[in-house]
């Protein structure tokens, strides 16, 4: 087994996509992710995982909290600005919950502040305490086999 096959097998498990955003020293950060599951509902809790050389690894390890935002498949281009995968400098609106910058429109703004994390090899998982929610109506952006697709209803 290579670093391929594995990452070929894990992407026969199709996603949704997220912007995680957090704030620190008066600076936004976001990045595409979308290792993300609900945990527990008492307490309310969900878990991202993050890669060592992620530059979001240091801004939530300071800030302590974090923003996941499940992206609708109008947001494909926000998903690949947010992973570095489109070069060009953008200026982004960030709307605001309780002091945290989310990503407008999307299906859904998950506040959350650190609760534990663990670190697991290259990556460190980060459990999140629920603090605040806010839902939209829309379809989802899905990932597939390393490709951004839709779900069909
Ligand atoms: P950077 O690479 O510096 O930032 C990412 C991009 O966001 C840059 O283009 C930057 O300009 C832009 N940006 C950041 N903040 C702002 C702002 N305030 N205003 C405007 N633009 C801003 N990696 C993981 O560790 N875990 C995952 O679960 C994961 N899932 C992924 C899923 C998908 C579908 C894809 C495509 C990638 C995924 N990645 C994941 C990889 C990850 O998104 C990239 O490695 C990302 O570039 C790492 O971001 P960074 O924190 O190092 O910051
Ligand atoms: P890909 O074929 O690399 O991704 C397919 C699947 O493999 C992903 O859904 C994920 O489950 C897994 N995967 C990929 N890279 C991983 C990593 N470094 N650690 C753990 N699991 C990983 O798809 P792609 O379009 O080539 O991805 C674009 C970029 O985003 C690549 O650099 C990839 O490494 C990165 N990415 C990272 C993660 C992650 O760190 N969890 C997840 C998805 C994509």
Redesign the pocket.
Known sequence: MDDRNFRNAMGKFATG?TVLTTYLED??????????MSVSLNPRLVL????E?????D?INESGKFAVNILSEAQKEL?????????E????Q?GWINEL?VIKNALANIVCKVHSKQIAGD?TLFIGEVTELVISEGAPLA?YEGK?GKILS
């Open positions: 996509v600076e936004v950060h976001g990045m595409t992710a979308n290792a993300f991202i995982s993050i890669g050389k992620a530059r979001m690894l801004k998903s690949m600005h947010f992973a570095g995968q489109i070069k400098n953008r200026q982004i960030f910058p990556h990932f951004y």
